[in-house]
Structures are given as structure tokens and as C-alpha cells.
């Protein structure tokens, strides 16, 4: 049986360890920085060392941010909406938000979601946190926009209970249909929740 390299064969386990990436991809992946020029494999070394470098996570909502900042943008700019308050599970999620340009608050990053099943906890997530800034902070209303899983629906519901102490709107990102759905195609879950979503037409 033929056996790759030493260097080879450690950059193919390297990426078969990323989320996503199989043994297939991985090998794929590996001959073609193989045969790519020395530039391209300098770069993402390079990129792959400045990631753990160079950056750090926000002192206020643990989104991703400049090492050299201790804070980041969305928390340090005055235009942002300073009383609504959107609790994601990743920074991620915060990039898909602030896409949209439809949301002007601050975030609260979790960095994952309550699963007994893998021994994550309260303490393992940014959830004291969230109630120190809750504490200390004038919000009005809380966001919780969790993932629609099994997961992130048992942290909204944890964290709606632990929040009922403060005095402010406690809401859930709408979930239902995709827009050009048809019903037929919708599992049962899904109708369920745009039935209890339903709005007026007013």
C-alpha cells in the first residue's frame, strides 16, 4: 500500500480536522497546494498565523476583533441603536445580520449553544456575561436570535426564564416559510411555526 509523505500526509490530517472537510477534500485540497504556486501556500500560512495573532475577542459583546482593539466596532460606534440588545450563538451570525443592514443595536455573542448531550453548560457559554451587561446597561429590549435547533431553542427558552428579572421586552426571531416556499414541501415543524408566527394584515 502506497503511503503519502510525512509533510503531505500531516497537512491532509490538518484538514481533515476543519469542520465540513472529509479525508476526500482534504487530500483534494492538499495536492493542489501541492502543485499551486509557493506564493498561494505563503499566503495562507501566513493568513492562517495572523488569524491566531492578530486578533482577539470584543471586551463587551465577544464578537471577533482587532487584537489591538478592546473593543470592536459595532460597541465603540455612537450611531448604533444602544438599547436593543441581539444574542447570537457565533460571530457569524453577526456578519449575516449586519448584511442585511436591517438591524442598527449591539450584539451579545454566546460562542455556542446549551447541549447536555456534548457536556455544554451555562459556564461553558458568555451567559454571565449577558446578565452582568443586562445589569449594567439600560436595554430595552433583548433579541434572542438563537439557531431554529433543537439546541438554540432550549438556550432561547433557558435564557427568556433567567431574564424575566429584568425590565424589558424579551423577543425571538420570527421563523416560518422561506419566501417562494410551497406548503406541500413543508415538514410539519416548519408549518407549526408559521402558524404560531402568523401576523395581522393591518
Given at each position: 500500500?502506497?503511503?503519502?509523505?510525512?509533510?503531505?500526509?500531516?497537512?491532509?490530517?490538518?484538514?481533515?480536522?476543519?469542520?465540513?472537510?472529509?479525508?476526500?477534500?482534504?487530500?483534494?485540497?492538499?495536492?493542489?497546494?501541492?502543485?499551486?504556486?509557493?506564493?498561494?501556500?505563503?499566503?495562507?500560512?501566513?493568513?492562517?498565523?495572523?488569524?491566531?495573532?492578530?486578533?482577539?475577542?470584543?471586551?463587551?459583546?465577544?464578537?471577533?476583533?482587532?487584537?489591538?482593539?478592546?473593543?470592536?466596532?459595532?460597541?465603540?460606534?455612537?450611531?448604533?441603536?444602544?438599547?436593543?440588545?441581539?444574542?447570537?450563538?457565533?460571530?457569524?451570525?453577526?456578519?449575516?445580520?449586519?448584511?442585511?443592514?436591517?438591524?442598527?443595536?449591539?450584539?451579545?455573542?454566546?460562542?455556542?449553544?446549551?447541549?447536555?448531550?456534548?457536556?455544554?453548560?451555562?459556564?461553558?457559554?458568555?451567559?454571565?456575561?449577558?446578565?452582568?451587561?443586562?445589569?449594567?446597561?439600560?436595554?430595552?429590549?433583548?433579541?434572542?436570535?438563537?439557531?431554529?435547533?433543537?439546541?438554540?431553542?432550549?438556550?432561547?427558552?433557558?435564557?427568556?426564564?433567567?431574564?424575566?428579572?429584568?425590565?424589558?421586552?424579551?423577543?425571538?426571531?420570527?421563523?416560518?416559510?422561506?419566501?417562494?416556499?410551497?406548503?406541500?414541501?413543508?415538514?410539519?415543524?416548519?408549518?407549526?411555526?408559521?402558524l404560531a408566527g402568523r401576523q395581522n394584515l393591518d
Amino acid at each position: 500500500m502506497q503511503t503519502l509523505p510525512e509533510p503531505v500526509q500531516n497537512l491532509v490530517d490538518a484538514l481533515s480536522r476543519l469542520p465540513g472537510i472529509g479525508p476526500k477534500t482534504a487530500s483534494r485540497l492538499t495536492f493542489y497546494l501541492l502543485r499551486a504556486p509557493e506564493e498561494l501556500s505563503q499566503s495562507l500560512a501566513d493568513a492562517l498565523i495572523g488569524i491566531k495573532k492578530n486578533t482577539s475577542l470584543c471586551e463587551v459583546c465577544f464578537n471577533i476583533t482587532h487584537k489591538q482593539s478592546k473593543i470592536c466596532e459595532i460597541c465603540a460606534s455612537s450611531q448604533r441603536d444602544q438599547h436593543t440588545l441581539c444574542v447570537v450563538e457565533e460571530p457569524l451570525d453577526v456578519l449575516a445580520f449586519e448584511k442585511t443592514g436591517g438591524f442598527n443595536g449591539l450584539y451579545h455573542v454566546l460562542h455556542g449553544v446549551l447541549s447536555p448531550i456534548e457536556g455544554i453548560g451555562p459556564e461553558d457559554l458568555k451567559i454571565k456575561e449577558l446578565y452582568d451587561r443586562l445589569k449594567t446597561h439600560q436595554f430595552t429590549e433583548v433579541i434572542l436570535a438563537t439557531n431554529p435547533s433543537m439546541e438554540g431553542d432550549a438556550t432561547a427558552m433557558y435564557l427568556h426564564e433567567r431574564l424575566q428579572e429584568f425590565n424589558l421586552r424579551i423577543t425571538r426571531l420570527a421563523l416560518g416559510l422561506p419566501v417562494g416556499g410551497d406548503l406541500e414541501y413543508a415538514d410539519q415543524s416548519t408549518l407549526l411555526r408559521a402558524l404560531a408566527g402568523r401576523q395581522n394584515l393591518d
